[in-house]
């Protein structure tokens, strides 16, 4: 009987090393998504600061900057290589599992003052495209709400150094801001808990 059950597994590995099964037929959306994880944390909600919670991104939006990873539109780090690997049916897959998921919160530290400052230039500026406090999966605009402050921070300076393309509506009004300004919005992002 053992013999049997060696000789099956064998054969189940001699298959998948020769390419009789295809990639299509071993992956699902769950674990497609799950090798974001390392980064991302357990169905997209970071547990790190330098990347960004991705639960509950729109579908749209996910997809879209993936494309734009992949294409080398968007900067990165590491993001460029690793969208590569991945089809457009693939970035379509991971999206409907993270679009399930909740908006993560993050448990750090703001500052106080700031975030009240921010709360006020939100309403004024950005509620409009980053509605409930930047909690609302929307098609254009990705997550906001309890981001991690150093992520934000970090894709402000990509978006101010031109290195990434601002949208046209924000830097309408990102161009009115001061610094001073700007980082009170990323600490009232960061704050939402």
């Given at each position: 009987?053992?013999?049997s059950k060696l000789h099956f597994?064998?054969?189940?590995?001699?298959?998948?090393?020769?390419?009789?099964?295809s990639a299509g037929d071993v992956?699902?959306?769950?674990?497609?998504?799950?090798?974001?994880?390392?980064?991302?944390?357990?169905?997209?909600?970071?547990?790190?600061?330098?990347?960004?919670?991705?639960?509950?991104?729109?579908?749209?939006?996910?997809?879209?900057?993936?494309?734009?990873?992949?294409?080398?539109?968007?900067?990165?780090?590491?993001?460029?290589?690793?969208?590569?690997?991945?089809?457009?049916?693939?970035?379509?897959?991971?999206?409907?599992?993270?679009?399930?998921?909740?908006?993560?919160?993050?448990?750090?530290?703001?500052?106080?003052?700031?975030?009240?400052?921010?709360?006020?230039?939100?309403?004024?500026?950005?509620?409009?495209?980053?509605?409930?406090?930047?909690?609302?999966?929307?098609?254009?605009?990705?997550?906001?709400?309890?981001?991690?402050?150093?992520?934000?921070?970090?894709?402000?300076?990509?978006?101010?150094?031109?290195?990434?393309?601002?949208?046209?509506?924000?830097?309408k009004k990102v161009e009115k801001?001061?610094?001073?300004?700007?980082?009170?919005?990323?600490?009232?992002?960061?704050?939402?808990?």
């Open positions: 009987m053992k013999t597994t064998a054969a189940a590995i001699g298959l998948l090393a020769a390419g009789s099964l992956r699902s959306p769950s674990m497609l998504a799950n090798t974001c994880a390392g980064c991302h944390g357990t169905n997209g909600a970071s547990q790190g600061p330098a990347s960004p919670t991705i639960a509950g991104l729109s579908e749209e939006y996910f997809v879209e900057v993936m494309t734009e990873f992949a294409s080398g539109d968007v900067p990165s780090t590491i993001m460029g290589r690793i969208a590569k690997g991945y089809s457009d049916e693939e970035f379509q897959l991971m999206a409907s599992v993270f679009a399930k998921q909740p908006v993560a919160v993050t448990s750090q530290q703001t500052d106080a003052a700031k975030a009240e400052a921010g709360s006020k230039l939100y309403e004024k500026n950005c509620e409009k495209c980053h509605d409930e406090k930047g909690a609302l999966a929307d098609d254009d605009a990705g997550i906001l709400y309890s981001q991690w402050l150093p992520y934000l921070q970090y894709s402000m300076e990509d978006f101010m150094a031109g290195s990434r393309e601002m949208p046209k509506k924000m830097k801001l001061s610094d001073a300004e700007i980082d009170a919005l990323l600490h009232f992002f960061a704050s939402q808990q």
